[in-house]
């Protein structure tokens, strides 16, 4: 289920507001995993491109918990 169907911020938007990443390598992920048959999550696309690092990721993943 994404996040946005099941109420919750999606991760992209998350990672925008706190500054993590830019606007233009988030839409390069996510047309990548558009792209990929199987569905790659977006933070695995986002951290194995270097865009990202894992903390970035595991902070905005827990305001996204608790934003249900």
């Not at 830019?22 to 569905?39: C, H, K, M, V, Y």
């Not at 986002?46 to 970035?56: D, E, F, I, T």
């Given at each position: 289920?994404?996040?946005?169907?099941?109420?919750?911020?999606?991760?992209?938007?998350?990672?925008?507001e706190q500054?993590?990443?830019?606007?233009?390598?988030?839409?390069?992920?996510?047309?990548?995993?558009?792209?990929?048959?199987?569905?790659?999550?977006?933070?695995?696309?986002?951290?194995?491109?270097?865009?990202?690092?894992?903390?970035?990721?595991?902070?905005?993943?827990?305001?996204?918990?608790?934003?249900?």
């Amino acid at each position: 289920m994404e996040a946005a169907q099941s109420g919750r911020k999606p991760l992209g938007e998350i990672l925008l507001e706190q500054g993590s990443i830019t606007e233009d390598r988030l839409r390069e992920a996510l047309q990548i995993q558009a792209s990929t048959s199987g569905g790659r999550m977006l933070g695995q696309i986002l951290l194995s491109r270097g865009y990202v690092k894992r903390h970035h990721i595991d902070i905005a993943l827990a305001k996204q918990r608790n934003m249900r």
